[in-house]
């Protein structure tokens, strides 16, 4: 199995074990990345394909994965069910944020399927609807 990171965020995987401790709790560091992403590369999981797009604010370079002919994005800690992603964090911005999901995500078709890092799926156009940030 290959670690794939975009490289502004790999430069954080060797310091999980010290983040980890300001909670309470120890985990061991990550191996470095064996493969690094920008916006506009495809990854290939099994038979699936997907295209890499940088959702930036809730950390320096966040990623989307898109699987365009599925109509499927799996979006991480950037959009979620109501709300997005906190911005408060070191490398955070709202406006950055706010932006990449509105011309990066909201350009995709109403009926795409969302998947965030945590919380319940939606949809883009439940999002745009919807959420009260846009």
Do not use: W, Y
Not at 39 to 53: F, H, M, P, S, T
Not at 78 to 95: K, Q, V
Request: with cysteine; net charge negative.
């Amino acid at each position: 199995m290959e670690l794939v990171a975009h490289p502004e965020e790999a430069v954080n995987l060797g310091g999980g074990g010290v983040k980890s401790s300001m909670f309470g709790f120890e985990a061991p560091p990550s191996p470095p990345a064996d493969r690094l992403i920008r916006e506009g590369d495809n990854l290939e999981i099994g038979n699936l394909k997907a295209r890499i797009v940088e959702l930036r604010g809730h950390s320096p370079c966040g990623i989307a994965l898109l699987f365009e002919d599925e109509k499927v994005a799996i979006v991480g800690d950037a959009l979620f069910a109501g709300s997005i992603g906190r911005t408060d964090f070191p490398g955070g911005s709202f406006e950055n944020l706010t932006s990449d999901i509105r011309h990066k995500l909201f350009v995709l078709p109403d009926e795409t399927q969302v998947f965030p890092g945590h919380g319940p799926a939606t949809t883009i156009g439940r999002e745009k609807r919807f959420n009260p940030f846009f």
